[in-house]
């Protein structure tokens, strides 16, 4: 299996703060790297795909970039309903997810 | 707007073996370029894919569970459903289903997702 590796964990920010996760994956991947967004008590996100292609309805603040083992998912200027955890996932293979980070209120 | 319901018990005794159906509303689960999938969250914890099924019925699951689980499709009924056997505590989890795109391998449609507890 592919693994994942996810950082921070935790991350603690204010809203408009610029903020950046990371993904690392165990081998090169190319460019198949998703990101969702969970919320407490709801299902996943799907917010990036392919790294760095926006999904429908998601706002513009989120991106991503990266490819083979390093990935980066940024949101520009946070907002009060982007506070949730955040998990990357690969589609090169059998789809694993990374650790999450969650994204708290400073 | 595309659906999915999970449904089944919440509670599993231990060495039993679990069940659930996801229905599709809203679309036809007999679409080519698409396949639907299981995936599981112990609570406060990460993501765990479990397997998936086209509507042709053929599947793919994660090895580490692939000894327990079968997924099959109902195209009649708009249903897909998973069987894992021989649970234990370790099993407890929420499980989503969810809907793949097989061009951008990602899932895009999820259910609300249904919290399954295993114990006696």
């Known amino acids: 299996d592919i693994q994942m590796t996810q950082s921070p964990s935790y991350l603690s920010a204010s809203v408009g703060d610029k903020v950046t996760i990371t993904c690392r994956t165990s081998?090169?991947?190319?460019?198949?790297l998703n990101w969702y967004q969970q919320k407490p008590g709801k299902a996943p996100n799907l917010l990036i795909y392919?790294?760095?292609r926006l999904q429908g309805g998601v706002p513009s603040r989120f991106s991503g970039s990266g490819s083979g083992t390093d990935f980066t998912l940024t949101i520009s200027s946070l907002q009060p309903e982007d506070f949730a955890t955040y998990y990357c996932?690969?589609?090169?293979?059998?789809?694993?997810f990374g650790g999450g980070t969650k994204v708290q209120i400073k | 707007q595309l659906q999915l319901h999970e449904s089944g018990p919440g509670l599993v005794k231990p060495s039993e073996t679990l069940s659930l159906t996801c229905t599709v509303s809203g679309g036809s689960i007999s679409i080519s370029n698409y396949y639907w999938g299981w995936i599981r969250q112990p609570p406060g914890k990460g993501l765990e894919w479990i397997g998936s099924t086209y509507y042709s019925g053929n599947t793919y699951y994660n090895p580490s569970l692939k000894s327990r689980v079968t997924i099959s499709v109902d195209t009649s009924k708009n249903q897909f459903s998973l069987k894992l056997t021989s649970v234990s505590a370790a099993d407890t989890s929420v499980y989503y289903c969810?809907?793949?795109?097989?061009?951008?391998?990602?899932?895009?449609?999820w259910g609300q997702g249904t919290l399954v507890t295993v114990s006696s």
């Open positions: 081998q090169s991947i190319s460019r198949y």
């Open positions: 969810a809907r793949g795109d097989d061009f951008s391998k990602v899932f895009d449609f």
């Open positions: 392919v790294a760095s």
């Open positions: 996932q690969q589609s090169y293979s059998i789809p694993t």
